[in-house]
């Protein structure tokens, strides 16, 4: 799986949007990049994915650069609930089954 | 509660002994996978499960590590001969069929279970 390279740590007022980085100068063509988020004593949850486009959901957005080399993913107002580690990961898809390979992540602090 | 559930939660063990944790996936999701989580850390992927077959086994699932998914449905993770560091969280998830699962292919990740070898 191609890496990515995430800033271990950042830090956010409350209600103020976030743009957490994320470089894959590696991805290959058919890499879709897929964000997951970890908060403290749980599993890891879904967040949102994209290919090509920018994609909106009711948790985030996703923002890819034009040469697909890195994204950001956007939380437009931060709540103390979003402090988590998030993790970009990229999932290339074989025969449909998804190994996925998270790397450290970002850690987000949402300071009241 | 409808999502994947694991049990137990904690396990507090002695170097050397076994230990066995299980998942239940959630009902209609045939694919199960097993990570392992230590801390400050991401996931580290263990093995996965289409229904009953093993069909993928990373290298740090040493000989002490079987893990097994008899009816396709639950699966069982056993640690036999525990280490110190076999201490860690270990998570497990599950996802939708590949036809139904669509590009996002959403894996839905349990609570864990934290061990602790003394």
């Known amino acids: 799986d191609a890496k990515t390279t995430q800033p271990n740590s950042m830090e956010s007022n409350e209600e103020e949007p976030v743009h957490l980085p994320c470089n894959h100068s590696t991805i290959s063509g058919t890499d879709y990049i897929h964000w997951y988020r970890q908060l403290p004593s749980q599993g890891p949850e879904y967040v949102i994915h994209?290919?090509?486009s920018n994609v909106n959901n009711r948790m985030a957005s996703l923002a890819i650069a034009e040469d697909r080399k890195s994204s950001t993913l956007i939380l437009h107002r931060a709540t103390l609930r979003d402090a988590a580690v998030y993790y970009c990961?990229?999932?290339?898809?074989?025969?449909?089954?998804?190994?996925?390979?998270f790397g450290i992540g970002t850690k987000l602090q949402v300071i009241p | 509660d409808t999502g994947v559930s694991q049990n137990p939660r904690h396990k507090i063990t002695k170097r050397g002994q076994n230990v066995t944790f299980r998942c239940d996936p959630i009902?209609?999701?045939?694919?199960l996978y097993w990570y392992r989580q230590t801390l400050g850390q991401g996931p580290e992927f263990l093995t996965y499960f289409q229904n009953e077959a093993q069909l993928e086994k990373s290298r740090l699932l040493s000989d002490r590590f079987s893990a097994e998914r008899p009816k396709g449905s639950f699966s069982t993770l056993e640690i036999q001969r525990t280490e110190q560091g076999d201490s860690a969280m270990y998570l497990c998830a599950s996802s939708l069929p590949a036809r139904l699962a669509g590009n996002s292919n959403e894996q839905f990740f349990g609570p864990g279970t934290r061990l602790t070898v003394l």
């Open positions: 009902s209609e999701h045939n694919r």
């Open positions: 994209g290919l090509t």
């Open positions: 990961i990229l999932r290339a898809i074989s025969g449909g089954y998804q190994k996925v390979t």
